[in-house]
């Protein structure tokens, strides 16, 4: 007991600095400047691929809800795009965390791919929120499987990631905003989008540098099961609990469930930031946008922008204003576009600047969600007022988003070995905060809001 007790001191000695001792968990991956930046292109292009589906579905909620005429169920669009994602992020981090990266990714991206088609050619409404249920799944097990693949690289490679995913936000409600300008029908819109999936297994399979995570793994699985045959020699032993305790080693006889529970102590503070900064901005940008304005108002405020009232007509069979501002026939996506606009930006801002202080991101974003409930009820302010403010929205969803990550990426307090299962439990309160916001929409829209 005593040798294997000292060789486990020299391996100690010997490994190099501790993640306690670094900016990065893993910034002993050794990557020199140009490797850096082709990895951050691969996850910026990753990121922008896996979040992509996800805001098209959303940013054509308000269209897939009228074409079927449900559209006082346009909550359960968002909603569908996050039911399962407390399944598939689960099923990352418990029943496949010994399935490879590459199997995970490129498994993911094929189902990405599907779900698009089935949107594509679903014949009402209940069919199309089954595969946008698929699609949000992907969406959310591709968040945790790479975000836990990132452990393996510097930690500031999170920017490329989060930089990507908040660009997938504005190539998405553009990319929707041009279909809609086109004159393009819903299933060819969704069937256009298809081809992006390449994209995805490309930066996997050739952008990004694999190599020496690979080799990090490799040494991981080694030291994992060098680590389990010392424990049952130490098991073995009449001494072992003595052992044990002299090494400070707590942790090699807990549960499942236990290491898990220790896990959600360190991160419980960041994961309720997270849920609810996630909740205050999908109930403002998927449900008080739609309602932001009455057809009514739009009609009145197109009528001060044409004088000539004979450009702005209401169609009483269809409700819709048939109006030739462009920015009030589309004030919906114009709105998505906007709040994808400022995540992007908030969520490439890493390298200029961190936040510590996540909690004060989320009182901001709790204000915003109590001033555009009131507009939805009361339409006091401006349609021009309506864009910068959900910019604003965008902005600090972006930045819990990212800062949040970065945090958990360089904590001290984080046990190497627990640092993804503690990045998967803080992205479980993302779908957390999501869902429950799809809910609230719902809710509202069929009690108070209902009329508006």
């Given at each position: 007991v005593?040798?294997v007790?000292?060789?486990?001191?020299?391996?100690?000695?010997?490994?190099?600095?501790?993640?306690?001792?670094?900016?990065?968990?893993?910034?002993h991956?050794?990557?020199?400047?140009?490797?850096?930046?082709?990895?951050?292109i691969?996850?910026?292009?990753?990121?922008?691929?896996?979040?992509?589906?996800?805001?098209?579905?959303?940013?054509?909620?308000?269209?897939?809800?009228?074409?079927?005429?449900?559209?006082?169920?346009?909550?359960?669009?968002?909603?569908?795009?996050?039911?399962?994602?407390?399944?598939?992020?689960?099923?990352?981090?418990?029943?496949?965390?010994?399935?490879?990266?590459?199997?995970?990714?490129?498994?993911?991206?094929?189902?990405?791919?599907?779900?698009?088609?089935?949107?594509?050619?679903?014949?009402?409404?209940?069919?199309?929120?089954?595969?946008?249920?698929?699609?949000?799944?992907?969406?959310?097990?591709?968040?945790?499987?790479?975000?836990?693949?990132?452990?393996?690289?510097?930690?500031?490679?999170?920017?490329?990631?989060?930089s990507?995913?908040?660009?997938?936000?504005?190539?998405?409600?553009?990319?929707?905003?041009?279909?809609r300008?086109?004159?393009l029908?819903?299933?060819?819109?969704?069937?256009?989008?298809?081809?992006?999936?390449?994209?995805?297994?490309?930066?996997?399979?050739?952008?990004?540098?694999?190599?020496?995570?690979?080799?990090?793994?490799?040494?991981?699985?080694?030291?994992?099961?060098?680590?389990?045959?010392?424990?049952?020699?130490?098991?073995?032993?009449?001494?072992?609990?003595?052992?044990?305790?002299?090494?400070?080693?707590?942790?090699?006889?807990?549960?499942?469930?236990?290491?898990?529970?220790?896990?959600?102590?360190?991160?419980?503070?960041?994961?309720?930031?997270?849920?609810?900064?996630?909740?205050?901005?999908?109930?403002?940008?998927?449900?008080?946008?739609s309602?932001?304005?009455?057809?009514?108002?739009?009609?009145?405020y197109?009528?001060?922008?044409?004088?000539?009232?004979?450009?702005?007509?209401?169609?009483?069979?269809?409700?819709?204003?048939?109006?030739?501002?462009?920015v009030?026939?589309?004030?919906?996506?114009?709105?998505?576009?906007?709040?994808?606009f400022?995540?992007?930006?908030?969520?490439?801002?890493?390298q200029?600047?961190?936040?510590k202080?996540?909690?004060?991101?989320?009182?901001?974003?709790?204000?915003?969600?109590?001033?555009?409930?009131?507009?939805?009820?009361y339409?006091f302010?401006?349609?021009?007022?309506?864009?910068?403010?959900?910019?604003?929205?965008?902005?600090?969803?972006?930045?819990?988003?990212?800062?949040?990550?970065?945090?958990?990426?360089?904590?001290?307090?984080?046990?190497?070995?627990?640092?993804?299962?503690?990045?998967?439990?803080?992205?479980?309160?993302?779908t957390?905060?999501?869902?429950l916001?799809?809910?609230?929409?719902?809710l509202?829209?069929?009690?108070?809001?209902?009329?508006?």
């Open positions: 005593a040798r007790c000292a060789e486990r001191d020299n391996d100690k000695q010997n490994s190099g600095p501790t993640s306690h001792q670094m900016e990065s968990p893993a910034a991956v050794g990557l020199r400047r140009p490797a850096f930046w082709r990895n951050w691969a996850f910026f292009l990753l990121g922008t691929i896996n979040n992509l589906i996800y805001v098209v579905v959303n940013s054509a909620a308000d269209t897939i809800s009228h074409s079927f005429h449900k559209d006082n169920l346009i909550g359960l669009i968002p909603w569908a795009n996050n039911a399962f994602g407390f399944v598939s992020r689960a099923m990352n981090a418990f029943w496949l965390k010994d399935t490879s990266y590459t199997s995970r990714v490129l498994g993911n991206g094929a189902v990405m791919a599907g779900s698009l088609v089935g949107v594509a050619f679903a014949n009402n409404f209940f069919v199309s929120l089954l595969f946008i249920v698929i699609s949000g799944a992907a969406c959310s097990f591709g968040e945790s499987a790479l975000l836990g693949y990132l452990r393996l690289y510097p930690a500031t490679l999170v920017n490329g990631w989060s990507g995913t908040g660009a997938a936000g504005i190539l998405g409600s553009a990319l929707y905003l041009l279909y300008t086109a004159g029908s819903l299933r060819n819109s969704f069937l256009l989008t298809v081809p992006c999936v390449a994209v995805y297994a490309f930066a996997y399979l050739v952008v990004l540098d694999r190599s020496e995570a690979n080799r990090m793994l490799l040494e991981a699985k080694s030291n994992s099961e060098m680590k389990a045959d010392e424990t049952t020699a130490l098991l073995n032993d009449d001494t072992a609990s003595h052992v044990d305790d002299h090494n400070g080693d707590h942790h090699f006889k807990e549960t499942t469930w236990q290491r898990h529970k220790r896990c959600m102590k360190l991160v419980w503070f960041l994961s309720l930031q997270l849920a609810a900064v996630y909740f205050f901005e999908y109930v403002v940008s998927s449900g008080c946008a309602k932001a304005l009455s057809r009514e108002e739009l009609c009145r197109d009528e001060d922008v044409c004088p000539s009232h004979e450009h702005c007509k209401w169609n009483e069979d269809d409700g819709v204003c048939n109006s030739t501002i462009f009030y026939k589309n004030l919906f996506s114009i709105l998505s576009f906007c709040y994808q400022g995540v992007f930006l908030s969520r490439s801002s890493l200029l600047f961190k936040i202080r996540v909690e004060i991101v989320t009182i901001l974003q709790g204000l915003n969600f109590v001033l555009w409930i009131l507009q939805d009820q339409k302010m401006n349609v021009w007022a309506l864009f910068p403010l959900m910019v604003f929205v965008g902005l600090l969803g972006g930045a819990a988003y990212v800062n949040v990550f970065y945090l958990l990426l360089n904590d001290p307090k984080i046990p190497e070995k627990d640092r993804e299962i503690c990045i998967n439990l803080t992205a479980i309160a993302i957390a905060g999501i869902t916001a799809c809910a609230f929409i719902v509202i829209d069929v009690t108070f809001l209902k009329n508006l």
